[in-house]
């Protein structure tokens, strides 16, 4: 049986005149691209150059909402109140499908950004407030996270379409958690390593934890993080080893309106 993966991104994370990695060659090697939506980064105008340049390649728009935290690039875990948690992650993926329909796409899925990712998935109550969102937004909505975690139940209570993300680039606990970014050795920038564990991951075939043992991962999506060292080569080598193993690369969540 032929293997299908997504692979997504990290894009629009520039701010004003301040740019941060290459989307447009980001865009020609991904399959979905997670937009920022202004708290983390972004502002306006990326965020509608990023949603129209993936509109004209036929590359899925995801909102990567985040805490209200341009200063610490949304990496630093916030005590938000689930009240206003939910109204910062409403106001966030409203803001990006207006400007995503304007650019002739609009929101196929949502997937939180740094800090905001790693607490829902261990805090039941933020996970709650996030899922309430995005069930407000649109009910069904399509989100990625971690799987087996206080963010899935919450999500598929709240009725939303939950699809478990790996990372190419990061390093796994033997739980399949990942490593924390503030310990040596949690990201992995071995070309060669990354793209293998790229096809192992779509196979549902085993890679190797921080611990030297065997986990098994079963994503529906990939990311490659467009923010580090020859992110654009390492993309670009894990999509053409994907191909190169017969992997099939496609949207893990349909651009509503252009489902088949």
Known sequence: MTATIDLNADLGEGLGAWTMGDDAALLGVVSSANVATGFHAGDPTIMRRTCAAAAERGVSVGAHVAYRDLHGFGRRALAVDPEDLTADVLYQVSALEGIARAAGTQVAYCKPHGALYNTIAKDPAQAAATAEALAAFRPGLT?????????????????????????????????????????????????DEITARCVAMARGEAVTDVEGGQLVLTPGSICVHGDTPGAVEIARAARAALEQAGVTLAPFAATPGREG
Request: proline share 10%; net charge negative.
């Open 143 to 191: 989100v990625l996270g971690l799987p087996g975690t206080p963010w899935q139940e919450a999500a598929e209570a709240a009725g939303l379409r939950f699809v478990a993300e790996a990372f190419a680039d990061r390093a796994y606990t033997p739980a399949g958690q990942l490593v924390p970014r503030s310990q040596p050795g949690s990201v992995l920038h071995d070309v």
